[in-house]
């Protein structure tokens, strides 16, 4: 497709659990970033790839947290040992280079029960 | 550390009149804004951006003002329509971008 795309839309797992979110970026998008957008908040950096590497992962919260984009294109943004304090919307944005507009996915909502 | 703020969390504005959306920011190496549209269930929608060497850009129905001299920068909207309502948020690009907590617009009929 022509924008960036999230899967699952919605996550719902159990306190403990491991999870994937996906993201797959617009074609020819060097730059990638994940967000965290909590209710009534703005999206919170987490992490920032250019190409096959992450350039800037400071936002990560702690090493529960993990993302790659093994290949320069989709993304896996890793979650272990879930907790419920995790539930938020996950952001994935790309963009042609580091300053450049940022074009988001719908995100993917992430509960844990 | 870098904060980008908006100083009203909700704005309500008749349909037809103009919207003015206010953003302040910290890090005075910020050099590129972007103000973004974000609706229910969706991600964040570009609208329109400003680099720091310039003081005013328009866009269609939407203008956007930077003053560097006050770390300040606004979101003019002319003639607010209901699709219009929506959640706005402001980013500044220091070493990424941050974003400002938003603010509500509602528009009433």
């Known amino acids: 497709g022509a924008g960036v795309s999230q899967t699952p839309s919605n996550k719902v797992t159990e306190k403990g659990k491991y999870v994937e979110l996906r993201c797959d970026p617009i074609?020819?998008?060097?730059?990638l970033y994940w967000y965290r957008q909590s209710l009534g908040q703005g999206p919170e950096f987490l992490i920032y790839?250019?190409?096959?590497?992450?350039?800037?992962d400071s936002g990560l919260p702690n090493d529960r947290f993990f993302a790659v984009r093994p290949e320069g294109s989709v993304s896996t943004l890793k979650i272990q040992r879930t907790e419920r304090g995790d539930s938020a919307v996950y952001l994935c944005?790309?963009?042609?280079?580091?300053?450049?507009?940022?074009?988001f996915g719908s995100g993917t909502q992430l509960s844990v029960l | 550390g870098e904060s980008v703020g908006l100083h009203l969390p909700t704005l309500s504005v008749q349909e037809g009149d103009n919207s003015i959306i206010n953003c302040a920011y910290s890090?005075?190496?910020?050099?590129?804004f972007i103000w973004y549209k974000q609706e229910s269930g969706k991600g964040p929608q570009f609208i329109i951006d400003?680099?720091?060497?310039?003081d005013k850009r328009q866009g269609q129905r939407v203008t956007v003002l930077l003053n560097k001299t006050v770390k300040h920068l606004s979101l003019q909207i002319a003639a607010t329509q209901p699709g219009d309502s929506a959640v706005y948020f402001c980013?500044?690009?220091?070493?990424?971008?941050?974003f400002g907590p938003g603010t509500r617009l509602s528009v009433l009929p």
């Open positions: 400003i680099r720091s060497n310039m």
């Open positions: 074609s020819g998008h060097t730059a």
């Open positions: 890090n005075s190496a910020s050099d590129y």
């Open positions: 790839f250019q190409g096959t590497g992450a350039a800037d």
């Open positions: 980013a500044g690009h220091g070493q990424n971008f941050v």
């Open positions: 944005a790309s963009s042609l280079s580091r300053e450049e507009k940022l074009f």
